[in-house]
């Protein structure tokens, strides 16, 4: 059926600041239209998206309106594909240098597990699968000196706040490991905002040397500190009370990231 647009003001797509400001559910909205153009709903966020030009409205020869997204719509869904992409690679990247730091100091480590825990008050437990961003233990043959232990990994401070708000998340963690660490890309945050049950860490980049000699590719990143600002709390897990059993499987099944090629870094790791 052929449909004719509305004529509206051209709308340009807005800045990074602006793109924050619109806001997830907006986004959301964005990527439903996009997909399937769809009947209005003429809530809150409709109008909003429709005073920015982001959306425009569509009538039929039957005087039937829909909705698509306008030019600068496209913009916006672009840009926010691009900010998810950085997002990703920043994350991805410290998990990984955060396992290899963890792997130095004589530990196990496995990223992107995905785990089985019991959380909820006594009499209305449920099962809830957790993905920690990296679960290691110590190398050790003793299980009462196993300590593992969950580093979840934040490098956006909406993604930090929106991990808070899920206690149940923390509590699932807590009921795999020993000991729960944030890890927090400078800036995000400060570490009385996260909950006294966790650690936290501070990722630093350490200073590259610039002096003529350094043979660093210009876009290598340098190496990454754990600043320890906040000791977690800690439980032994003896082997009476040691890792669930479904941890044990899933340790099996997966691979552990990359171990340090020198044997005699494990010397003093331990029993």
């Known amino acids: 059926?052929?449909?004719?647009?509305?004529?509206?003001?051209?709308?340009?797509?807005?800045?990074?600041?602006?793109?924050?400001?619109?806001?997830?559910?907006?986004?959301?909205?964005?990527?439903?239209?996009?997909?399937?153009?769809?009947?209005?709903?003429?809530?809150?966020?409709?109008?909003?998206?429709?005073?920015?030009?982001?959306?425009?409205?569509?009538?039929?020869?039957?005087?039937?309106?829909?909705?698509?997204?306008?030019?600068?719509?496209?913009?916006?869904?672009?840009?926010?594909?691009?900010?998810?992409?950085?997002?990703?690679?920043?994350?991805?990247?410290?998990?990984?240098?955060?396992?290899?730091?963890?792997?130095?100091?004589?530990?196990?480590?496995?990223?992107?597990?995905?785990?089985?825990?019991?959380?909820?008050?006594?009499?209305?437990e449920r099962w809830q699968m957790a993905r920690p961003d990296v679960y290691s233990v110590r190398h050790t043959s003793v299980a009462a000196y196993l300590q593992p232990m969950v580093h979840e990994?934040?490098?956006?401070?909406?993604d930090l706040l929106a991990d808070l708000r899920r206690p149940s998340k923390r509590q699932a963690y807590l009921q795999m490991a020993g000991a729960l660490y944030y890890v927090l890309a400078e800036g995000i945050a400060t570490p009385d905002e996260v909950p006294a049950e966790c650690g936290v860490l501070l990722a630093r980049r350490e200073p590259r040397d610039q002096g003529p000699r350094s043979d660093a590719a210009p876009d290598d990143l340098p190496p990454i500190r754990l600043d320890l600002l906040r000791p977690a709390p800690t439980r032994a897990l003896t082997q009476e009370a040691g890792l669930p059993f479904a941890v044990w499987m899933a340790l099996a099944r997966a691979t552990p990231a990359t171990q340090p090629e020198d044997p005699q870094l494990w010397l003093g790791a331990g029993p």
């Open 1 to 124: 059926m052929p449909a004719v647009s509305l004529p509206i003001p051209p709308a340009a797509a807005p800045d990074a600041a602006g793109l924050r400001a619109i806001g997830s559910a907006h986004r959301r909205r964005l990527r439903e239209v996009w997909r399937s153009a769809g009947w209005p709903c003429q809530d809150v966020i409709e109008a909003e998206l429709l005073a920015a030009g982001l959306l425009q409205r569509c009538h039929d020869d039957r005087q039937r309106t829909t909705l698509r997204v306008s030019d600068a719509g496209l913009q916006v869904l672009a840009q926010t594909a691009e900010l998810n992409r950085g997002a990703r690679s920043a994350h991805e990247q410290l998990v990984a240098e955060v396992a290899a730091t963890l792997a130095r100091d004589g530990r196990i480590a496995w990223c992107g597990l995905s785990l089985r825990a019991r959380v909820g008050d006594p009499g209305q």
């Open 153 to 158: 990994i934040k490098v956006r401070r909406a």
